[in-house]
């Protein structure tokens, strides 16, 4: 059995040369994302763990979602291993839950809350405490290992519908995430000049910073998922399975993956350690 990229479908090959090539590029793929992903995200899990203060409250959701990136990289792990050994391949389906829903869930969060922080502060004030996102933090991993039952039981036998369900849920989240950030740049164009002085500059800059980082999630998760979306729609469209269809959306998904993390590392100047 040849497992396609992400095992999201599983192809019947149709030339040796060309599964041979496209085995080849998935494997150095999910080795890279292995061997650099996961000192990256172990690093950053790390670096907000051991921060004094409030550092877990304040970076609560990305360090579930580098947690989240570390179950991709044992997945990754997992689909180089299953080359040669059939017996977890249970467990690289069941993982791959998570990463279908892992990333754009914290994603999703993470715009919520500049959102809330930018549009609504008496609301962001009231559930700014640890608590209150351990709750939230629950619930989506909840959430996410619903999806990896899902998925260890529909990508073999019934890929149609995981293709439905990649593709919808993409939208889903696209949509939240985009909504935050029309939500924050209209909060900014109303920062003008005739505006009362008691907003200050650093409220502004506030603001603004919550704009980027909400646009570079979207414009990331678009990346990470629009490639995918677009081979499951011609999945579904020609009945057809191609393997190579989908090393395009690996490349992105592995790429996107190294986003949050630079960003984190940048906030905290400890981008030169991994220079």
Known sequence: M???TLNFTVPEPSTTKAIGIVETVNICMHSFSFLVGLPTHCYVAWLIISRAGNGVASEFFVLNLSVSEIGFCVNCLTFV?????SFIVDFKLYLIGLIISGRPLF???IC???YLAVVHPVTFLKYKPLRYKVICGSV???IILGSCLCCMFTILRHYIVH???????FLFFFLIQLFCLVAVLRAL???GPSERRRETEEENHMKRRAFYLILITTVTMVITYAPYCISGFLTIVTGKIFEAQWVPGLFC???AGFVQPVLYLHRARKLSCLL
């Not at 291993?81 to 050994?85: A, N």
């Open 2 to 4: 040849n497992n396609s």
């Open 81 to 85: 291993l299953s080359q040669w050994f």
């Open 107 to 109: 994603q999703c969060l």
């Open 112 to 114: 919520v809350e500049y």
């Open 140 to 142: 989506t991993w909840i």
């Open 163 to 169: 293709m439905w369900f990649l593709s919808v849920q």
């Open 189 to 191: 164009k109303q920062s």
């Open 253 to 255: 998904y592995v790429l």
